[in-house]
């Protein structure tokens, strides 16, 4: 991906929460052309919603060199008792059913291009949450597609995932959820910004994922059953 800064365009789904929002700012501190896209862009729950997101980023910036998934929704406590349809569709289809057709849309843009897709998933990808089993769930399966993906874009474009640790906590809750990571603190958006530029440059990387987590995945003492 060695091209002049000016000519680099993304598609950032998710462009307008938290953590989508710091990595937009970056990329275009970086000199990217950047379309950063909210729910009202296209509704990442459907096929169509997807490829409309895709056909405007591509009439906004004529060719695509880089989409990062960061859309997310449905991240609501339940026990398993408490799980309705409703909520496991909340959980399941932006994350997974969106990731994948957000990738189908985009695919020739990014073949193109040689470019590359990231996939921002979570530390839940790889963690059994019992008080968010379907958001775990959705995870685990963007954390699949991360490889399935890499391997039917390959050899053309690239395709890693992110899995953040606490980066942008609910106000109040800093202090338990910097306590879960080995670093003792909560991380920031611009931690997952810095990974997703650490992947635009890192052209022999593909098919893995980047854990930006201060240890999260491994400080295990706090685990309990609910
Ligand atoms: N926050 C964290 O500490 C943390 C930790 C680990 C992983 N993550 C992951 O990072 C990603 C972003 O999290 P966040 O905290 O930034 O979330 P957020 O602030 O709630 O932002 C969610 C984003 O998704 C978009 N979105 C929601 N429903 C959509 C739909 N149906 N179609 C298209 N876009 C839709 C929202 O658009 P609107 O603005 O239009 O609603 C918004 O841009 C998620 O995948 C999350 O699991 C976050």
């Not at 953040?164 to 958006?189: C, F, M, N």
């Amino acid at each position: 991906m060695a091209l002049p800064s000016a000519d680099r365009k993304a598609l950032v789904a998710g462009g307008t929460g938290r953590v989508g929002s710091a990595i937009v700012e970056r990329l275009r501190a970086e000199g990217w052309q950047v379309l950063a896209a909210g729910s009202a862009d296209g509704d990442l729950r459907t096929r169509a919603g997807a490829a409309r997101l895709v056909e405007r980023a591509r009439a906004e910036l004529g060719s695509l060199d880089l989409v990062v998934h960061c859309a997310g929704a449905g991240f609501i406590p339940s026990s398993l008792a408490e799980v309705t349809e409703e909520s496991w569709d909340e959980a399941m289809d932006v994350t997974a059913k969106g990731t994948f057709f957000l990738a189908q849309a985009a695919a020739p843009d990014l073949r193109a291009t040689r470019g590359l897709l990231v996939i921002v998933e979570d530390v839940a990808s790889f963690q059994a949450w019992t008080s968010f089993p379907a958001h775990s769930a959705a995870k685990a399966a963007q954390a699949m597609l991360t490889r399935v993906l890499a391997r039917a874009l390959a050899p053309e474009a690239r395709v890693c995932g992110i899995a953040p640790g606490p980066v942008a906590v609910e106000p109040g809750q800093e202090e338990r959820r910097a306590a879960e990571t080995l670093l003792g603190r909560v991380g920031s958006p611009e931690d997952v910004a810095d990974a997703v530029v650490y992947l635009t440059g890192a052209g022999y990387v593909t098919g893995t994922t980047l854990v930006v987590d201060g240890g999260r995945l491994l400080q295990t003492g706090h685990l309990r059953r609910p």
